[in-house]
């Protein structure tokens, strides 16, 4: 699909976070988002896998099957797409149009793959911010922690974070998050400032 005129080439873009799972990257964007809400949209992925917990479809993600997935990937409905930790997640394009069209920011909480792709395909627009744990360690307390995994699947979440943390200099920002205030308040400047240079044409993409 086509992006409406006046979106992406109109002074607003995508902040992308991206972690490895338990490095804190979810609550760091809650709370980004409540905080700058009136410059910025949180994009809700796509998912084939089912629903954890109290998770709701149109809120945390949107669930679709395996066979759903498949036929938007065909029709080219994604922006990006990826396969992580077994099921399928992506970026609808038109997610992205929507809320340009309503002159705002998007922030994605995505994967290591996914936020390569959005950087490719808008180079010009796009921020992209690392979340590291304090170390490989720590973070596997804190999946342990959650009580929320298995075993199997913890075990291969920290194979998974030993590859993401390999490609963190992939990234324009690298935050560590050995404690929450600090990480967030860095997250938030680098935002701000991504924003304010987008919009006032000044932004130019670091290598």
């Not at 994967?111 to 010009?124: I, K, R």
């Not at 992209?128 to 307390?141: H, Y």
Request: proline share 4%.
């Amino acid at each position: 699909m086509k992006y409406p005129k006046g979106d992406p080439d109109d002074g607003f873009g995508l902040i992308v976070v991206s972690a490895p799972s338990g490095a804190g990257k979810s609550s760091l964007c809650i709370r980004l988002l409540e905080r700058l809400k009136d410059r910025l949209a949180l994009s809700i992925s796509t998912t084939s896998r089912s629903p954890r917990g109290s998770e709701r479809h149109g809120v945390e993600y949107f669930f679709v099957s395996p066979e759903e997935f498949d036929q938007k990937i065909r029709n080219h409905e994604f922006a990006e797409w990826a396969n992580v930790h077994g099921n399928y997640y992506g970026t609808s394009k038109e997610t992205l149009a929507r809320f340009w069209a309503d002159r705002k920011h998007v922030l994605l909480d995505i994967d290591v793959q996914g936020a390569s792709a959005l950087f490719h395909g808008f180079p010009a627009r796009t921020l992209t911010v690392f979340i590291a744990p304090p170390s490989l360690e720590i973070l596997e307390q804190r999946l342990r922690g959650r009580g929320t995994d298995s075993e199997e699947s913890v075990q291969k979440r920290m194979k998974n974070a030993v590859s993401e943390m390999g490609r963190k200099e992939e990234f324009h920002r690298v935050i560590l998050n050995d404690d929450f205030e600090k990480a967030y308040a860095e997250l938030e400047a680098e935002a701000i400032r991504f924003m304010d240079a987008l919009e006032g044409g000044t932004w130019q993409s670091p290598a």
